[in-house]
Structure formats: structure tokens, C-alpha cells
């Protein structure tokens, strides 16, 4: 691979592209081929990645996504840190729309996305205990309050099989035990990162109450259209925010226990 990067960034849905004069260039990986091409540019002295994680017209739906060749591609181009921005529902009516939640926890209500690089004969049984980087996540909480952007310091996401949303039953229950955000990709995602050692820091944007919030009828449950009109309103606010984590992350240094993790050690498919 002719190219390294210090930090790679997934845009979610309505985030397709990120950085001015970019170079894009195709990659494949024994998993696949990565949604997109990957963008490539400088920023803040740093080499950025950009790979839109539904592909730049949107033609992977959150289960279809190749998050494994995803992930070895940004590892292949070298990349340490990743943000992962995310349009994501609100199960709570303090975290509001426009909001942003650097999550600490995931519940994954996926089901059958190829979520592992240990298929055998290695074999590797890694820890999920605290699936984000502390290190990435304090750099964001701070870049956000020093922005001046309600940002939430903590939040455990469930992460839904999609394409549908959830239902109003649903909703309640998630809500009922105390989870903050709803989202269709943060998991496999954030785990695969671990696997592959790299830190990994969720910077969700609330775009929705979901189902709606109980005892509120003026909240209608949450739509595509929605989503997308509040995320495209709260673009140029993601954007800042992610230059601003940019300029703060010191690619030299690491300072937190995210294992790391040689490619050489896989067994490729
Ligand atoms: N992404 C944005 N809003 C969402 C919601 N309410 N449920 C699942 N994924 C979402």
C-alpha cells in the first residue's frame, strides 16, 4: 500500500464526503472491497481517511455494509485512531435532537453480520468490556465543550438490525433499561476496530426521539426524511467538531489500553 494515514473517519448516513483535494483511491482487502474509495487528504498536518460506511450514493444499508473489509482497509492504510460519526435516535428527552453523545457501551440487537476476523484456525477471544477508546472519547468530550456544542459525556447505544426502525414496544423497552442512543451500525463496527487494534471514538449526532417519548403525542415517531434533514442541518456542526478532535489528537502518542494488533497475527480468509 502506497499510502499512510494517521486517522481514518466513516461518514454515516448524509456524510459523504469530507475533506477538500483529497486523493481517492480504490483498495481491496481478502474481505472484499470497502464500501467506497477512501479519500485521502492532509488536515491539521495529518493524513486523513475518508470512507463513507453506506458508500457515497447510500447503496449499503446498515446490515449489507462490509464492515470487515471497512476495517482492514483503514488498518492496511495504516490508520491508528478512527471517528466514527453516526446519525443516531435519542431514547431519552434530555439528549435532544442536534446533541451529540460520545458513547461508552454498546447492546448489539444485531443479528448474523460477519462480526469477528477470528473465523479459525487463529482463534483470539478480546475483551468488549469498553469497546470506545478513553483516550479518543475525552479528546471529543472536550472538543465539543470547548466548541461550545451540547455534548453528552457518556451513552450506551443499542444497535438495531435495520433497515427498519423500531417499534413503539421496542422503543420503550430500550428506553426502560436505561439506554441513551439508537443506531443501525455502530456494531459490528466498533468491535471490529478492537479487533484489529485500532481506538475507535463514536461521535453520535441525535437526529430523532426514535418512536417517540412516552407521554409526549406530539412526537412522531422517527422517519428516513427526518434523519437525513436534521443530520444535513447539523452537517457544517459534525464537520467542526471532527476538525477540531483532528487538531487535538497526537498521532505519536497513545494513552489508553486499547490492545494493538499486527495484521500479521490474522488468518486470512
Ligand atoms: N439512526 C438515526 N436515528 C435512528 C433511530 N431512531 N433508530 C435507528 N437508527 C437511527
Redesign the pocket.
Known sequence: MDYKVDIGVFGG?GFYSFLSNVVEIEVDTPYGKPSDKIAIADYAGKKIAFLPRHGKAHQFPPHMIPYRANLYAMKMLGAKKILAPT???SLKPEIKPGDFVICDQFVDRTTGRKDTFFDGPVTKHISSAHPYCSELRQIAINAGKDLGITTHEKGTVVV?Q?PR??TVAESRWFSKMGWDV???TQYPEVYLAKELGICYANIALI??Y?AGLEGRDDIAP?TEEE?LKVFDENNEKVKKMLFEIIKRIDTDSKNCDCPEFDLKELSLP
Open positions: 448516513s446519525a443516531s435516535g438495531i435495520g426502525f423500531s439508537i443506531n443501525m437526529t430523532d426514535d422517527v434523519v
